[in-house]
């Protein structure tokens, strides 16, 4: 078995069969095999295998999942489609762990590997083999486009109770100038700087120094967020997975906030303008999310119902899917629309421009008082209609209003951290995470029932499916009233510390 | 640094080949048992316990110097087993020193402790799936130890009269020390069917539930693992020999 991995990148203008004449004269060599190689690497959008230490990779139609260190590999069948689902793939450990990690989120094609793949063994006087070796040369692709060879890497798999050959190969290699791959550093890390990729799974966060001005500070966290935007449409457009339109309205909710919340700083007239078509893009993404959020809770509904009602339930679901189906042609055309595009273009040369604009006194003062500010009023706001929710005065309309005033102060503490104690602020939004959990629980159900209500009377139903449909609507409501006790607890909970020190 | 590669669920398992007559094809039988349980995705370790090593020898490994039998017994193997040239498939080399295991488990305080063989080997439990002992032949303590810690015993029987004696005075031993029979696992070895012998003794044996049905033919190719220096089915993967093992391996494990 193995005993020891080192890789080296070979260095030295690709003459690699001097170099294995060279390591021929240390220790006899013998070429058992050579392969090409054909890889193509996938992960989701929001690269959750790589910040796992996972790579996903299919290969001669077999896939593989590998831990980044090398320590584990497991492979399995799979269908060959361009975007793939945990759920395509046979029951096993892939399939497990690719559930654990990627959930909803599809997985799609990074980068191609092209190339040969030579397999050496050394051998000792009796020819037993005492090291194994394997050159990988070959060149990377995005999509159908060549982005130059990779850089050549010598791989030296120890073999138990064989120490010394493999020490010693491993001085000779850096002798010569191959170089080791660093600790941490992996051929992953080679193959994404050669194509100039860069993991993007960490939100993006905000840095304000004193001296910043408002206007500055708005302008990059409008471009952040419009960037979001940008980044996740392609991915709405051609529905490949869920995530992509619930982040898109995330970055739509965040900048209305960001609008709101600066209104009297921003040039006066245009504020309104992007608030209305903000609001506007927001409602032209919402009917497709409900619907999303009704078919990922399917397997939810069945362990609500009964045996019997499983049919009904399916078809129930596939009514819905047809539903979201006519709803997301509408959205995709608002999205495509110039509309959008115009909304797009004029928001960012407005955020371009915003930092030199010198006619909005508040916009050029520095940000922190102001930031400082806001983030107070979200919170006192917040912690004014936490209390009013566990007076019990008209909860659900409480309990919006309550929800909604979470995400702005989640929303303003996350953009300003940086004007606060790191460590405070993150005990703060961890409690707050908590309650936001259980009210987004509590939202989600709400729309839930009113979505069902409406489908009750908008579809023709079959009668297996309204009568799944009458069960599961009476099952929500009680699960409506468990989910507001925990969420009158969890209030209960937050209002009761003191934290106005804090801002 | 060694990876864990224990594959399966279950706690390691271990199969000792032995008989107390010689030449039956016990290293042989080991040999191509623990390269076939390899093949089927299982983390083996064969321990060459015979002095003579010529498991040892088939897999071109050498023991480190620093081996001996006292090692051995106090369980220090991990720095002495070495990896075959085979995917999944260590070796523990034996030492020359092995020849005096019965004179050393002798003078150990504890020689009635029959647990020795299972401490030796748990310093490895979470590496290996499976442990097969290549043992020697005759009947010794050593062998008294081995045939209490082993959890299948095979025997390799040659389809003649002193081999199953040899055979008979194993189940008597496994009697006395309180085994069950169930444990142990016989199949005929070196069979010539040309022989007439071979066939009425086969005929004769082979309804007893000791008895796999699996028979290893006696063929050139296993004689020639002393040249080649490899299993036969590194050899060749699809030979009669190779694929006579692969049965047997199958029905051991199926029945045990």
């Known amino acids: ?503 | 640094m060694d990876e864990r590669v224990a594959r399966y669920r279950f706690r390691m398992k271990k199969i000792a080949i032995y008989s107390n007559k010689g030449g039956v094809g016990k290293t042989a039988a080991a040999v191509n048992l623990a390269y076939v349980a390899s093949l089927s995705g299982m983390a083996v370790l064969l321990c060459d316990m015979d002095s003579q090593a010529a498991a040892s020898y088939y897999f071109r490994v050498r023991p480190k110097r620093k081996f001996s039998d006292k090692k051995f017994l106090q369980g220090d193997i991990n720095d002495f087993i070495r990896g075959t040239d085979f995917e999944g498939l260590d070796l523990l080399p034996a030492h020359f020193s092995f020849r005096h295991l019965d004179l050393r488990l002798d003078k150990m305080e504890k020689k009635k402790d029959w647990s020795v063989i299972n401490t030796v080997f748990q310093p490895v439990e979470k590496e290996y799936d499976l442990v097969i002992l290549d043992c020697p032949p005759n009947p010794t303590l050593l062998t008294e130890h081995i045939v209490r810690a082993a959890d299948i015993l095979v025997t390799p029987v040659i389809p003649t009269t002193l081999s199953i004696l040899a055979l008979q005075q194993l189940l008597k031993l496994s009697l006395e020390l309180k085994v069950g029979h169930n444990k142990i696992k016989a199949f005929f070895s070196m069979v010539e069917r040309r022989k007439n012998l071979h066939i009425s003794t086969i005929e004769q044996y082979q309804k007893y539930p000791v008895f796999m049905k699996t028979e290893i033919p006696f063929l050139a190719e296993v004689e020639k693992m002393g040249i080649n220096r490899q299993p036969v089915g590194a050899a060749a993967r699809n030979s009669v020999s190779a694929l006579a093992y692969d049965r047997l391996w199958r029905e051991i494990w199926q029945r045990s």
């Open chain 1, 1 to 503: 078995m193995k005993s020891g991995y080192r890789m080296f990148i070979v260095t030295g203008a690709g003459d690699f069969d001097r170099l294995l004449k060279e390591i021929h004269s240390l220790f006899p060599l013998q070429e058992e095999a050579a392969f090409d190689i054909d890889e193509w690497y996938m992960d989701t959008f929001d690269w959750r295998l790589c910040s796992k230490g996972f790579v996903f990779r299919k290969t001669d139609g077999r896939f593989v999942l590998a831990s980044l260190s090398g320590n584990l590999q497991e492979e399995t069948e799979g269908p060959q489609k361009p975007k793939l689902f945990w759920q395509d793939f046979p029951e096993g450990a892939v399939r497990d762990r690719l559930a654990d990690i990627s959930g909803v989120r599809a997985l799609c094609p990074l980068f191609r590997v092209v190339g040969r793949r030579r397999h050496f063994r050394l051998y000792n006087k009796d020819e037993k083999t005492v090291l194994r070796l394997r050159l990988e040369t070959g060149d990377l692709y995005r999509g159908d486009e060549k982005r130059g060879a990779f850089p050549p890497c010598l791989h030296l798999e120890g073999i138990r109770g064989y120490y010394n050959p493999f020490q010693r190969l491993s001085e000779e290699l850096k002798a010569k100038g191959c170089r080791e791959l660093e600790a941490g550093e992996t051929f992953f890390d080679l193959f994404l700087r050669q194509l100039q990729m860069r993991p993007d799974c960490k939100k993006t966060q905000f840095f304000f120094g004193a001296g910043q001005t408002t206007n500055q500070a708005i302008s990059s966290i409008g471009l952040a967020l419009l960037d979001a935007m940008q980044r996740n449409l392609p991915g709405v457009i051609d529905d490949i997975d869920p995530e992509f339109l619930h982040d898109f309205r995330v970055s739509i909710r965040r900048t209305r906030a960001l609008l709101s919340q600066f209104k009297n700083e921003i040039p006066p007239g245009q504020t309104g303008i992007f608030q209305k078509e903000f609001q506007w893009l927001g409602t032209v993404a919402g009917p497709v999310r409900d619907l999303d959020v009704c078919l990922q809770k399917e397997e939810n509904y069945r362990l609500l119902l009964q045996e019997g009602l499983h049919p009904g339930l399916s078809l129930l679901m596939e009514k819905i899917a047809e539903l979201r189906k006519g709803q997301w042609l509408i959205m995709r055309d608002h999205l495509r629309s110039s509309r959008t595009g115009d909304l797009f273009a004029n928001w960012q040369d407005f955020l371009t421009s915003l930092p030199t604009r010198i006619q909005t006194p508040p916009g050029q003062a520095p940000c922190r008082k102001a930031a400082r500010k806001v983030v107070r009023r979200c919170f006192q706001r917040l912690i004014k209609d936490a209390a009013a929710v566990t007076k019990g005065e008209n909860q659900d309309i409480s309990m919006h209003k309550l929800r909604i005033q979470a995400k702005k102060f989640r929303y303003m503490a996350e953009f300003f951290r940086s004007f606060f104690s790191p460590a405070d602020m993150d005990i703060l939004v961890g409690e707050l995470r908590g309650l936001q959990d259980e009210l987004g629980d509590f939202n989600d159900l709400a729309v839930q029932i009113r979505r069902f209500q409406d489908y009750k009377a908008a579809l023709s139903l079959e009668q297996a499916a309204g009568e799944a449909l009458d069960e599961l609507l009476l099952r929500l409501a009680d699960e409506r009233k468990r989910l507001l006790k925990r969420c009158l607890k969890r209030c209960g909970k937050f209002t009761k510390n003191d934290r106005n020190h804090l801002f």
